[in-house]
T-cell receptor, first 113, second 116 residues
Framework: DAGVTQSPTHLIKTRGQQVTLRCSPK?????VSWYQQALGQGPQFIFQ???????QRGNFPDRFSGHQFPNYSSELNVNALLLGDSALYLC????????????FGQGTRLTVV | AQKVTQAQTEISVVEKEDVTLDCVYE???????LFWYKQPPSGELVFLIR??????QNEISGRYSWNFQKSTSSFNFTITASQVVDSAVYFC?????????????FGQGTELSVKP
């Protein structure tokens, strides 16, 4: 049983560009959350998707947007990249129905130059 | 507002020593969950434990134990007889009512270094 998978693992983008990160949840999970983890910090909640809708959102600007597909996979899009967007982006999946804890992927390391 | 504080930024111990990682939390919710996650250098957060606010029983799992005290809003984690493989960053996290989607509030993390 594959766990949470994220792609790509590493990415380098130029300031002002746009980026899309992808996440496939653990089998049986229907909820996907995205977190940003800056170097030396704890993860910060960006938003959560359930039933293809954004259910909850953290304190992040509208440049951060997402999508959830019918197969529960998800994308995180960031527009107009800033140097400060450089971070590890973590995807977590869980089951709303079964009230499970969140399982995390290995993350995507985004570097903005 | 919800907040998690891990006052210890870095801890260094010698193998076989016991070590306790501190976690203090703030919340106005009556029902909440507390978690510990381990983050090795690979980056993936590994789930260790989840406790709900109504269950203050301490828990032991092998060399790991957790002490939950609502009176002091603390959820401390002890590793007994530490091993080099325990070296990682450990995060304490808090989540409110599950109906709210289980958004996790993380502390800053404690980097544990276990030397042989």
């Amino acid at each position: 049983d594959a766990g949470v998978t994220q792609s790509p693992t590493h990415l380098i983008k130029t300031r002002g560009q746009q980026v899309t990160l992808r996440c496939s949840p653990k089998s049986g999970h229907d909820t996907v959350s995205w977190y940003q983890q800056a170097l030396g910090q704890g993860p910060q909640f960006i938003f959560q998707y359930y039933e293809e809708e954004e259910r909850q959102r953290g304190n992040f600007p509208d440049r951060f947007s997402g999508h959830q597909f019918p197969n529960y996979s998800s994308e995180l899009n960031v527009n107009a990249l800033l140097l400060g967007d450089s971070a590890l982006y973590l995807c977590a999946s869980s089951s709303d129905r079964e009230n499970t804890e969140a399982f995390f992927g290995q993350g995507t390391r985004l570097t903005v130059v | 507002a919800q907040k998690v504080t891990q006052a210890q930024t870095e801890i260094s111990v010698v193998e076989k020593e016991d070590v306790t990682l501190d976690c203090v939390y703030e919340t106005r919710d009556t029902t909440y969950y507390l978690f510990w996650y381990k983050q090795p250098p690979s980056g993936e957060l590994v789930f260790l434990i989840r406790r709900n606010s109504f269950d203050e029983q301490n828990e032991i799992s092998g060399r790991y134990s957790w002490n939950f005290q609502k009176s002091t809003s603390s959820f401390n984690f002890t590793i007994t007889a530490s091993q080099v493989v325990d070296s990682a960053v450990y995060f304490c996290a808090l989540s409110g009512n599950w109906d709210q989607g289980g958004k996790l509030i993380f502390g800053q993390g404690t980097e544990l270094s276990v030397k042989p």
